[in-house]
């Protein structure tokens, strides 16, 4: 079965300090990709960032990166110079694209950025 | 220009009702998905329009969900007799395409309570 494990169901972070939100998986497959969604409070979802499995190279996007250990099936999402505006739910989830695509999430961490 | 809109926002239903719940998808996208975010749960995949193709209805939970897509745009996500656990917040997102590179764009959901 393909599962998402978010072990932290909460954090909160100072402002302008850095946040490190874990995230581990669990397939067979070999294609996939890797996501982590933003839910603000009382607001819609968000894409934060993108990872193709295929790809050794972590992505980034400004102050969002990832630690992607493909062996290790894990998918860490680094937040530097934590902003107000970060705090939300975030979500983890991957789709895999192995004949029908599955869309696995995770339960959230829910992020709270301390002035 | 406008993203997806879901309607009613908030939906309250006695048990054994039948509901109805609306997405408008962003104009151009052909990719609709519903999920389903209960209470300290993650997202459930519910079911996957794509242009004209057959959807992918291999998340619906039982046989009282259906769901339909008119013309390739708006699409209906039908309860019947409705159940307490079917208590969630429902979410519809488009994309482009299904391919996983194209970015999942969430609508703000609509929370239904049943009682």
């Known amino acids: 079965a393909q599962t998402v494990t978010q072990s932290q169901p909460e954090m909160s972070v100072q402002e302008a300090e850095t946040v490190t939100l874990s995230c581990t998986y669990d397939?067979?497959?070999?294609?996939?990709?890797l996501f982590w969604y933003k839910q603000p409070p009382s607001r819609q979802m968000i894409l934060v960032i993108r990872?193709?499995?295929?790809?050794?190279q972590n992505a980034t996007e400004n102050r969002f990166s990832v630690n992607f250990q493909k062996a290790a099936k894990s998918f860490s999402l680094k937040i530097s110079d934590s902003q107000l505006g970060d705090t939300a739910m975030y979500f983890c989830?991957?789709?895999?694209?192995?004949?029908?695509?599955?869309?696995?999430f995770g339960t959230g961490t829910r992020l709270k950025v301390l002035a | 220009g406008a993203g997806v809109s879901q309607s009613p926002s908030n939906k309250v239903t006695e048990k054994g009702k039948d509901v109805e719940l609306r997405c408008d998808p962003i104009?151009?996208?052909?990719?609709l998905y519903w999920y389903r975010q209960s209470l300290g749960q993650g997202l459930e995949f519910l079911i996957y329009?794509?242009?004209?193709?057959?959807?992918?209805k291999s998340g619906l939970p039982s046989d009282r969900f259906s769901a339909e897509r008119t013309g390739g745009s708006v699409s209906t996500l039908t309860i019947q007799r409705t159940q307490q656990e079917d208590s969630a917040v429902y979410l519809c997102?488009?994309?482009?395409?299904?391919?996983?590179?194209?970015?999942?764009?969430f609508g703000p959901g609509t929370r239904l309570t049943v009682t």
């Open positions: 104009s151009g996208h052909t990719a």
């Open positions: 329009f794509q242009g004209n193709s057959a959807p992918d």
């Open positions: 989830a991957f789709i895999i694209t192995s004949g029908t695509y599955k869309y696995i």
């Open positions: 997102a488009s994309s482009l395409s299904r391919q996983p590179h194209y970015e999942q764009y």
């Open positions: 397939t067979s497959e070999s294609n996939y990709y």
């Open positions: 990872q193709e499995a295929y790809k050794q």
